[in-house]
């Protein structure tokens, strides 16, 4: 045991910058100690040399009395009572565990406000079960948990929830900057390198907090509040830490809501499909349409796609409202004045579903539609999520005649290999290098999508044409269709006949 005192001690900034330089802390924990108004006893939690200890500050008139000693017993007792309440993989504690700590926990003395649960959860992992094998990734789960018990001190409980998820059940500091803190070393420990049988690995660790009294006030909810804040840091990035807040759980109840009414809305047909006019620009002929999803709540009114597709992506209901758009897409082909095409959107969610090349067939057969009326557009993220399986599929459906395009052409990784391997008919310049400012550069990426489309042999299209001005400089580069505003806005079923007979009787 040992004293520290300080002139300073009153104002708190020069002792706590003193200690942080002896003793591994945040400064800003000490601060908040040293400058809390006449306690009588504090009790913070320290580190030195990876050794925990416990420091208490004494109030004085104008000094404030430090007292640091070695951690000799943990405030919650971590030895597991029984295999039961372990982990066999790691050691560490399991579920079971966890809730009968959370459970059983009784505040007192110091700790009473200072109750968090800090859920983990790995970046990639998943990755190196699938490259490196299972027997890697148990591996990797092991020094994961060594290096997460290396971040925490001796009254900490650590969980292995499942698959790559961890617990920390935080008992001291300050909230939320105690639990805070844990999470960043953690976060900094997982962004290091992992030597897996003899091989570098590099994952990473989303990480969410909830702390008792502090956006939540009943013990029972915070390990669903976590849950939230790490669902919140996951789809901020990688390596993100995020503390709770009432806002997340409004934010999960709407969600929750718009998955029950979208697993409805196709049962209730409120789903209609809008088709945006596609003509040559060369002569202004119509060519086609595309068409484009809308969901008409009788609650929410009009949903936007980009608030639904998304959602609709994660929970699977998009295969449904996928197969439903295309075979309403080719349905309403069919009653066209004329053999214009139809253009339909088709997720990398669906590609993943073994039986997309007999869905597109059942579709064509229903219907009666010609197949080289229909066109499908993907994204790259199609190709990204399994090259091999896709290049299959695309070929197959590609072998029925079905015109293949590739939707938001320069906007990802745009990899050219893609346009080598794939069947692709027409390449889709996206609307960002249509409607963005016009500068030497955007103008000469846009020749050069127009130029690779040429050379292959491959229609180029560009969406998002508003003005005369964008239009006529695509048409002189050599771009060969449009879509946009200038042309039309989305048309409602109905519309198109009207639409079809003014175009044919518009003077060139």
Not at 371 to 392: H, N, S, W
């Amino acid at each position: 045991m040992f004293f520290i005192t300080s002139p300073e001690a009153a104002a708190g900034c020069a002792l706590a910058e003193h200690v942080s330089s002896r003793f591994y802390s945040i400064n800003a924990d000490l601060s908040k100690a040293f400058t809390c108004p006449a306690p009588d006893i504090i009790e913070l939690r320290l580190e030195r040399s990876s050794e925990p200890l416990t420091m208490h500050i004494a109030a004085g008139n104008d000094l404030r009395m430090l007292t640091v000693n070695r951690v000799s017993k943990p405030l919650v007792d971590k030895k597991l009572p029984n295999n039961a309440y372990q982990d066999p993989l790691t050691g560490l504690g399991n579920r079971m565990l966890l809730n009968d700590q959370i459970a059983n926990w009784q505040p007192s003395g110091p700790e009473s406000l200072s109750l968090a649960v800090i859920m983990i959860d790995l970046d990639r992992f998943k990755k190196i079960n699938d490259t490196l094998g299972h027997g890697a990734g148990d591996t990797l789960l092991k020094l994961v948990a060594k290096r997460i018990l290396s971040a925490t001190r001796d009254n900490d409980t650590v969980i292995r929830m499942e698959g790559d998820e961890f617990v920390v059940l935080h008992t001291i500091g300050f909230q939320p900057i105690g639990a805070i803190s844990v999470a960043k070393r953690i976060v900094e420990l997982m962004s290091r390198s992992f030597l897996i049988e003899g091989q570098q690995t590099n994952i990473g660790a989303s990480v969410g907090i909830a702390a008792l009294n502090h956006g939540t006030d009943n013990i029972a909810d915070l390990l669903k509040h976590a849950d939230l804040a790490l669902y919140a840091a996951k789809a901020a990035g990688r390596g993100i830490v995020k503390f709770f807040e009432p806002a997340l759980a409004q934010r999960a109840m709407d969600r929750r809501n718009l998955e029950i009414d979208l697993s409805r809305a196709l049962g209730l047909k409120e789903f209609v499909l809008m088709y945006q006019p596609q003509v040559n620009m060369a002569d202004g002929t119509l060519q086609g349409f595309e068409a484009l999803i809308r969901w008409h709540n009788p609650k929410r009114g009009l949903v936007s796609p980009a608030d639904f597709i998304p959602l609709a992506e994660q929970t699977g209901e998009i295969n449904a409202i996928g197969e439903w758009t295309l075979r309403t897409a080719c349905k309403e082909a069919m009653s066209w004045d004329g053999n214009f095409s139809v253009a339909v959107n088709v997720s990398p969610i669906q590609f993943e579903n073994e039986s997309i090349v007999d869905i597109v067939r059942n579709a064509l057969i229903a219907t009666g539609l010609a197949p080289e009326r229909l066109e499908l557009e993907i994204t790259e993220g199609v190709m990204m999520k399994d090259y091999e399986t896709a290049q299959k599929h695309l070929w197959a459906i590609k072998k029925m005649g079905v015109g293949i395009a590739m939707d938001d052409f320069g906007t990802g990784y745009s990899s050219l290999s893609y346009l080598n391997s794939f069947p692709f008919s027409k390449i889709k310049i996206d609307q960002s290098f249509v409607r963005g400012e016009s500068s030497p550069k955007s103008r000469a990426l846009v020749q050069a999508i127009i130029s690779l489309g040429a050379s292959l042999k491959m229609t180029t299209i560009a969406e998002g044409v508003e003005t005369k001005e964008q239009f006529d400089e695509l048409a002189a580069g050599g771009c060969q269709s449009a879509q946009g505003y200038l042309i039309s806005r989305p048309i409602a079923t109905p519309a198109i006949a009207g639409f079809i007979s003014d175009l044919k009787n518009k003077p060139r």
